[in-house]
């Protein structure tokens, strides 16, 4: 009789152990990491073509100043990114930088939207006998897009 209640008491133990032992594994769920995606439609592609369209248009017309006050620059707050107007003397630079080269023409030789933070719209520009390019880096921030110039540290988004 010891024998058998011995032997329905570890029968008993080995079947909680064994539900258990399923509990575990349809409890735990895995949820894959992904990179957090940026959802794009129309509205952001037309809105850096008039953010582009708007600057370029004032480069050509040699309004230096006004064009370079359209331009931000990228302010690390707390983790997150943000753009911020250029300071005055930065926009001075830059309405240097642009009529060392006075654009006669230009193009948009492409657009790639890969993060609010991380795009990039390469422009072909003709100076008289000279094309160079010019990258531009578009961000999205609360919704709505702004124009930075990439910086030094930026590297281009095609490999």
């Known amino acids: 009789m010891k024998t058998k209640n011995l032997l329905l008491i570890i029968l008993f133990v080995c079947s909680l152990a064994a539900c258990r032992h399923n509990e575990k594994k349809s409890t735990d769920i895995q949820i894959p990491v992904t990179e957090s ?7 952001d592609t037309m809105a850096v073509m008039y953010l582009m369209d708007r600057f370029m248009g004032l480069v050509k017309e040699q309004q230096y ?3 370079s006050m359209l331009l ?3 302010a ?29 023409d230009y193009e948009i ?23 160079i390019n010019w990258y531009f880096k578009p961000v999205r921030y609360i919704g709505r897009w702004s124009l930075c110039l990439k910086g030094f540290g930026d590297t281009s988004i095609i490999n």
Do not use: W
């Open 109 to 131: 030789e492409h657009i790639i939207f890969k993060k609010a933070d991380n795009n990039e719209v390469k422009c072909r520009i003709r100076s008289g006998q000279t094309t």
């Open 76 to 104: 690390v707050v707390e983790r997150s990114s943000r753009p911020i107007p250029l300071k005055r003397e930065e926009a001075a630079k830059i309405a240097a930088m642009l009529k060392q080269f006075p654009v006669q």
């Open 72 to 74: 931000r620059k990228i």
């Open 65 to 67: 100043d006004t064009a």
């Open 37 to 43: 995606t940026m959802y794009l439609t129309a509205k």
